[in-house]
């Protein structure tokens, strides 16, 4: 059976090892008007400024991802209080404070994602680039990133597979495939600075 096409970037399904898992987060700061949409799903990155922005998908990016975004709160500029799926490009928040979203942010963290490519067992412990981590559904709030099947390497990279999704609906070898990642180039488990 076809796998189907249903993109949604990273979502958390358990940790690694035998830890209690609580897919719990942590609240991380947004300017006021900043021009990126961080769609729910989306990796994200500290900025210089302690602030967040969504991480740069490419093989070999230095970019140390923090954790994946999973909606924010805010006030608008006309003082009414906003609990969205994702962040608005540009958004002004009143007085300028700064919004608060929510980030999957454990480094032991897993996350379900889907292959672009034909991905199948030979893929677990490869190391892979994001593609399309800038997209998303400004309806949904939904990212629509997925891993890059063709980058698969045994270098470093941004995402790790940890295994093929268990689901009788998931085809292992066909395109569109679902597997469960580790984030492997996690600011938290990097010793240099932002």
Same mark, same amino acid.
């Given at each position: 059976?076809?796998?189907?096409?249903?993109?949604?970037?990273?979502?958390?399904?358990?940790?690694?090892?035998?830890?209690?898992?609580?897919?719990?987060?942590?609240?991380?700061?947004?300017?006021?008007?900043? /021009?990126?949409?961080?769609?729910? !799903?989306? &990796?994200?990155?500290?900025?210089?400024? @302690?602030?967040?922005?969504?991480?740069? $998908?490419?093989?070999?990016?230095?970019?140390?991802?923090?954790?994946?975004?999973?909606?924010?709160?805010?006030?608008?500029?006309?003082?009414?209080?906003?609990?969205?799926?994702?962040?608005?490009?540009?958004?002004?928040?009143?007085?300028?404070?700064?919004?608060?979203?929510?980030?999957?942010?454990?480094?032991?963290?897993?996350?379900?994602?889907?292959?672009?490519?034909?991905?199948?067992?030979?893929?677990?412990? /490869?190391?892979?680039?994001?593609? !399309?981590? &800038?997209?998303?559904?400004?309806?949904? @709030?939904?990212?629509?990133?997925?891993? $890059?099947?063709?980058?698969?390497?045994?270098?470093?990279?941004?995402?790790?597979?940890?295994?093929?999704?268990?689901?009788?609906?998931?085809?292992?070898?066909?395109?569109?495939?679902?597997?469960?990642?580790?984030?492997?180039?996690?600011?938290?488990?990097?010793?240099?600075?932002?």
């Amino acid at each position: 059976m076809a796998n189907t096409d249903a993109a949604r970037g990273l979502v958390p399904v358990k940790k690694l090892g035998n830890g209690y898992e609580t897919a719990g987060f942590s609240t991380y700061k947004v300017a006021s008007g900043h /021009a990126q949409n961080l769609f729910n !799903g989306q &990796a994200v990155e500290l900025k210089a400024d @302690g602030t967040i922005q969504r991480a740069t $998908d490419g093989g070999g990016n230095s970019a140390k991802i923090v954790g994946v975004a999973g909606g924010v709160h805010y006030v608008d500029s006309n003082g009414k209080p906003k609990w969205s799926n994702y962040w608005p490009s540009g958004t002004v928040t009143q007085g300028t404070v700064a919004a608060e979203l929510k980030v999957y942010d454990d480094p032991d963290q897993l996350f379900i994602v889907q292959s672009d490519g034909a991905s199948d067992q030979t893929a677990v412990g /490869a190391n892979a680039p994001m593609v !399309g981590n &800038a997209n998303g559904s400004t309806t949904s @709030g939904i990212s629509s990133m997925e891993l $890059d099947h063709t980058g698969l390497t045994n270098g470093s990279d941004q995402l790790r597979v940890v295994d093929i999704l268990d689901d009788p609906n998931n085809t292992a070898g066909s395109i569109h495939v679902k597997l469960i990642v580790r984030i492997n180039m996690h600011a938290y488990t990097n010793l240099a600075g932002i």
